[in-house]
């Protein structure tokens, strides 16, 4: 299933030497999820771009210290 989403498309497109799989050389690209893309209460945790950390997702804090 992962591959219809990522190598299948750049290959019908052309550009699978560069997206599609992650390998030496290629851009990395990525986003990481704490569930279902599919579900609305599912977040984004870390957005990686040309193999950089461009957002990570820091949990808000309760305001209190820990006993």
């Known amino acids: 299933a992962l591959r219809a989403l990522t190598l299948e498309p750049a290959e019908v497109l052309g ?3 560069r997206l599609g799989s992650l390998e ?4 990395a690209n990525l986003i990481l ?3 279902d893309p599919f579900e609305p209460r599912t977040r984004i945790r870390m957005v990686i771009l040309e ?11 309760t305001g209190g ?3």
């Open 65 to 67: 210290e820990a006993q």
């Open 51 to 61: 193999g950089k950390n461009a957002y990570e997702y820091e949990a808000p804090t």
């Open 24 to 27: 030496p050389g290629k851009d």
């Open 33 to 35: 999820l704490d569930g």
């Open 15 to 17: 550009v699978a030497d």
